[in-house]
């Protein structure tokens, strides 16, 4: 290999690139506002006995889970306006496909976290002469949700990489603007990797951080 | 009236029968302990009065004033006073591990009695220090030994004032050397006159702690008599073949 690299251009660039990050990280940001809130009723809707309730949910999360986040995106942002003739800016529909694709990955987090709690603790509960409404609120959902932490924030985390497919529908995030210099300035390697760094940078320690909250969230909850 | 009245009690699991037509009654001053095989339906029994199970037919006064009444159909009547008078506990740890000590004695008389935290607090603290554990009220329930875990979870029953208390198999999960704290601290509430229902396999325990002990088998009490009759002079075949092959086995 007889390659020079030139980091003139990365460093020129880099302003441009923090930019984009500030548009990534809000638009992760809003993806798990989404995705916390509405995963979080999908999963409760998912543990009613009413199949009326249960099966567009379940139809729902499958769908989500089983395409492509990339063609969820797409789709959103060239069938919606169609359908429904609504004209949202791009940066909305990245927001609300990540969000509704989080969303569905965080509603079986949650689902399946409260599952998991053992049915001891509801027979233990009733013997306190708790009713269902405190046994939930005050026993499983603070555990559940204990449980699930770890999940959602790897989800959470995890949005935070898939948000660069917004830069093909033209939203100016991080992937975009290192497309774009890395285009205009023919230095596509020191661009890109500048570019995997950043999202690397911010993605490591999170991943990091959830290892030592699961060790400790096992702890807490080990019997 | 006795204090406790079971009559003609019917628990079935699908097709699976515990009881059908079961009869058990105790005194106001008796500490009552369930023996009898695995499978017999001890812990059945403390979990239908606890009002843990339907049950398809009988009639369940406890305690207080608090009944259940079994029906075919699955709905059962549960008066509601029977949780407030009846305390269990279990064989697997119970507490809830996201609270603290503390948190898990106030819990209930908190939220379902409606008590001032302050006063369930200052009586959580008067019971750890009782039992010994005062110095553990903020620890976590996974910071504490199998032995200290149970003595909490029978603090947390008495929070809520209960005039008969149901102990199932408390110390069957724990390590050998951690059964004696918790059956001291039983002990110590024996004393005190509380009432008690206990299912143990502890025979020497039970011979200790109960006023009267029951041996029951496929769902029938075999044998009830003073712990010193049943065990030294047991009455039916039944009991003397179990006596023998637990104590054997213990022994």
């Given at each position: ?23 990534t ?22 543990l009613?006995?009413?199949?009326a309730v249960?099966?567009?949910?379940t139809?729902y999360?499958e769908?989500?889970r ?14 919606i ?20 694709n ?7 987090a ?12 509801t ?57 774009y ?25 999170v ?13 807490l909850?080990?019997? | ?16 029968s ?14 009552l ?12 029994l ?27 159909d ?8 029977v949780?407030?008078d ?11 591990p ?14 379902s ?9 200052d ?7 009782r ?41 069957s ?41 029951v041996?029951q088998e ?33 022994g």
């Open positions: 290999m007889n390659y020079e690299f030139d980091w003139f251009y990365v460093k020129k660039g880099l302003p441009q690139l923090i930019e984009g990050l500030w548009l990280l809000e638009l992760t940001l809003w993806a798990n506002v989404i995705g916390l809130v509405l995963g979080f009723l999908v999963a409760i809707g998912m009613s006995k009413v199949k249960v099966w567009p949910l139809a999360i769908f989500f089983c395409t492509p986040a990339l063609i969820q995106l797409v789709w959103f942002f060239f069938c306006p169609i359908l429904f003739n609504v004209w949202w800016s791009a940066e909305f529909m990245g927001i609300l496909a990540l969000g509704l989080l969303a569905a990955f965080n509603a079986e949650y689902r399946a976290a409260i599952q998991a709690i053992p049915h001891a603790h027979d233990a509960s009733t013997a306190l002469g708790l009713n269902a409404l405190q046994r939930i609120i005050h026993v499983i959902l603070p555990q559940a949700l204990i449980l699930a932490l770890p999940v959602l924030i790897t989800n959470g985390i995890g949005i935070f990489q898939q948000s660069a497919l917004v830069a093909l529908i033209s939203v100016e995030d991080l992937m975009y603007q290192g497309r210099i890395s285009t205009q300035t023919f230095r596509p390697i020191e661009t890109l990797t500048t570019v995997a760094l950043i999202y690397f940078a911010v993605s490591f320690p991943s990091q951080a959830v290892t030592l909250i699961e060790r400790r969230t096992k702890r909850l080990a019997n | 009236m006795a204090f406790v009245e079971i009559d003609g009690l019917v628990k079935r699991y699908g097709s699976l515990i009881f059908e037509g079961f009869d058990l009654h105790m005194e106001n001053a008796d500490r302990v369930l023996i009898g095989p695995s499978g017999c339906g001890k812990s059945t403390l979990r239908c009065m606890m009002g843990l199970e339907d049950i398809a037919g009988g009639t369940i006064r406890l305690g207080g004033d608090g009944y259940i009444q079994g029906a075919e699955g709905r059962m009547t549960l008066d509601k006073r949780q407030k009846v305390g269990m506990v279990f064989q697997h740890y119970t507490l809830f996201h609270l603290s000590v503390l948190g898990n004695l106030c819990l209930a008389p908190v939220r009695r409606g008590v001032k935290k302050s006063e369930a607090k009586k959580a603290l008067g019971l750890l220090e039992f010994g554990l005062a110095e553990r009220a903020n620890f976590y329930p996974s910071q504490l030994s199998g032995g200290q875990k149970q003595r909490v979870a029978i603090a947390r029953a008495l929070m809520l004032d209960p005039k008969l208390m149901l102990f199932d198999e408390v110390t999960a724990l390590d050998p050397e951690l059964v004696v704290e918790v059956e001291n601290t039983m002990m110590e509430l024996a004393e005190g006159g509380m009432p008690m229902m206990i299912v143990t396999h502890d025979m020497h325990f039970a011979r200790s702690i109960a006023t009267k002990v041996f496929r769902g029938k009490v075999i044998e009830a008599a003073a712990p010193d009759d049943l065990f030294s002079n047991p009455q039916q075949e039944r009991t003397r073949d179990f006596l023998r092959n637990v104590l054997h086995i213990a």
